[in-house]
Every structure is written in structure tokens, then in C-alpha cells.
Nanobody, 121 residues
């Protein structure tokens, strides 16, 4: 069973950078994938969390089109550059003992507590 604890977040101005950290523990094999999801105010109530970025245990990455070129995921962090107001939302780190980099919330079993990111001038 994996445990996921995330750190970081906060309020920044458009164009700024922010790093979110994700600590995954409890893996006995060292094989797990990590992904970041977010829930934004623009989404309709009850909508599924939006996949932002994912990384497999082998280091293969996948990004949502909206963050491609601005966000960088690693096994323990999400570096967010050139932040925009539409990036505002609650961000969640998730992990699963599999070898994929999918961005579907249902594919992940273990979730962090969530952290707020606010981008506003």
C-alpha cells in the first residue's frame, strides 16, 4: 500500500513559477507511477478531476495539452512555469503500483490530500 503526501502550492501572479512536491512511500518494489490532477473553478460541479501530467516508473511522461511546455513532472515534483489564471485550482498527486503514465483519475489508487494553487494578479 502506498502513501502519498504532497507539499507546496500557494498564490502567485501570472507568469510566475511554483513547485509542488509529492512524497510516495510504502512501495516494496520501487515500481509505481505518479500523476498530477486538478480540480478547477471552470469545471462543472461533479466533473472528473483533470489530468495534468503523469510519469511512469521508467520515466516516461505525458502532459495535458494545456500545460505542455510549461509544466515538468518528475517522480517527486511538478514544476509549473509561466502560470496562468486558468491554472488555478486544487492540485492532487496520485500514485499507483503500475508502469504507466495515464491521466485518468480512475487509474490511480492512492491520493494526496490536495493543495491549492491560485494564479491571480
Amino acid at each position: 500500500q502506498l502513501q502519498v503526501v504532497q507539499y507546496g502550492g500557494g498564490a502567485v501572479q501570472p507568469g510566475a513559477s511554483l513547485t509542488l512536491s509529492c512524497v510516495v512511500s510504502g512501495s516494496t518494489s520501487g515500481v509505481y507511477s505518479v500523476a498530477w490532477f486538478r480540480q478547477t473553478p471552470r469545471q462543472a460541479p461533479g466533473s472528473e478531476r483533470e489530468g495534468v501530467a503523469g510519469i511512469s516508473s521508467a520515466g516516461s511522461t505525458r502532459y495535458a495539452e494545456s500545460v505542455e511546455g510549461r509544466f515538468t513532472i518528475s517522480q517527486d515534483s511538478l514544476q509549473m512555469n509561466q502560470l496562468k489564471p486558468e491554472d488555478t485550482g486544487m492540485y492532487y498527486c496520485a500514485a499507483v503500483p503500475m508502469r504507466w503514465n495515464r491521466l485518468v483519475p480512475g487509474d490511480y489508487t492512492y491520493w494526496g490530500q490536495g493543495t491549492q494553487v491560485t494564479v491571480s494578479s
